[in-house]
């Protein structure tokens, strides 16, 4: 059972930038591929950014492409996700998620295991 914890989220005004960060309690945390997802009041969860498990191949959302970047630290058992030029729009509930898969997932069905959220806030 893995357990991720995310933090980073907070109040923003437009054009700023945050960053979260998901630390997973599994050691053998390389053997998971990542992604992030959002949800937003009244609306369906929706995956945002993805990452395999080397790194080396990604996914973004076309709402973020260019403004997100997903990484991560496997010494750390940690993903990030950098988010730039934040538009209101971004306003959601932020989740992290791991994939047993051995391909890096993308749609929610195929994550694992999930974290509680933190809210990201854009507004002035």
């Known amino acids: 059972q893995v357990q991720l914890v995310e933090s980073g989220g907070g109040l923003v005004q437009p054009g700023g930038s945050l960053r979260l960060s998901c630390a997973a309690s599994e050691r053998t945390f390389s053997r998971y591929s990542m992604g992030w997802f959002r949800q937003a009041p009244g609306k369906e969860r929706e995956s945002v950014a993805a990452?395999?498990?080397?790194?080396?191949?990604?996914y973004y959302a076309d709402s973020v492409k260019g403004r997100f970047i997903i990484s991560r630290e496997n010494a750390k058992n940690t993903v990030y996700l950098q988010m730039n030029s934040l538009k209101p729009e971004d306003t959601a509930v932020y989740y992290c998620a791991a994939s047993t898969r051995s391909y890096m997932a993308v749609a929610d069905p195929e994550y694992d295991y999930w974290g509680q959220g933190t809210q990201v806030t854009v507004s002035s």
């Open positions: 990452l395999s498990r080397s790194g080396l191949t990604t």
